[in-house]
């Protein structure tokens, strides 16, 4: 394990430690086990959502767990473990996003500002394919930041970020290979994973 790995380059600087980008925070092997296990073996659903007055399918697949209750056939508590010695913060909940191909993604937007604990932080672990992430002001010059984001990187988002700032994975028509984000949260108890 590397704990010193490369201080992390700093996309966005806020008072909680901004947007954070870690490119190697695991080394190919682990990152390959990881996605190889967690591809296979996580719990993956579809979910389907409404928007506006339309239900549309959410274009990835998703799984999620409490970090107190982890299905010991994955290997979440081992990342857990490895995030927190780069971003510490007491995580109740884990999120993991599969996407498929170039079609699967997420819309911009901001972690759903009643469901986390202010204050702290979001951390995602990528594994797989790269796939870019766009972050963008609500407000101002709404300039946008592209990350790729690479096989074995962790981003941390600051708390603060989720409100002035939104994020998303556009769709994308290269050909891209699977990809997956572990995402670590706090999250208020009324909105832990089941
Ligand atoms: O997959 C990603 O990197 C982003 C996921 C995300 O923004 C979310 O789950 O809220
Ligand atoms: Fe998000």
Do not use: C
Request: charged content about 20%; overall charge positive; glycine content about 8%.
């Amino acid at each position: 394990m590397d704990l010193f790995a490369s201080p992390p380059q700093t996309l966005l600087d806020d008072a909680e430690g901004g947007v954070r980008y870690w490119p190697a925070f695991a080394g190919a092997a682990d990152a390959d086990a990881w996605f190889r296990i967690l591809r296979q073996h996580a719990g993956w659903y579809s979910e389907r959502r409404k928007m506006y007055d339309r239900v549309v399918d959410v274009p990835r697949l998703l799984a999620g767990y409490r970090t107190d209750a982890l299905p010991p056939a994955l290997p979440l508590a081992e990342i857990l473990a490895r995030v927190q010695a780069i971003v510490p913060a007491p995580y109740n909940a884990v999120g993991l996003n599969f996407y498929r191909d170039g079609s699967d993604s997420v819309a911009m937007h901001n972690d759903k500002l009643h469901t986390i604990v202010p204050g702290q932080p979001i951390t995602l672990l990528s594994l797989g394919h790269p796939r870019r992430m766009l972050i963008r002001a609500k407000a101002g010059d709404r300039g946008r930041i592209a990350v790729d984001l690479a096989h074995g990187s962790l981003l941390g988002m600051s708390h603060a970020s989720q409100i002035t700032h939104e994020h998303g994975i556009p769709k994308t028509a290269r050909p891209v290979g699977p990809r997956m984000s572990i995402v670590f949260r706090v999250r208020t108890e009324a909105h832990l994973p089941d």
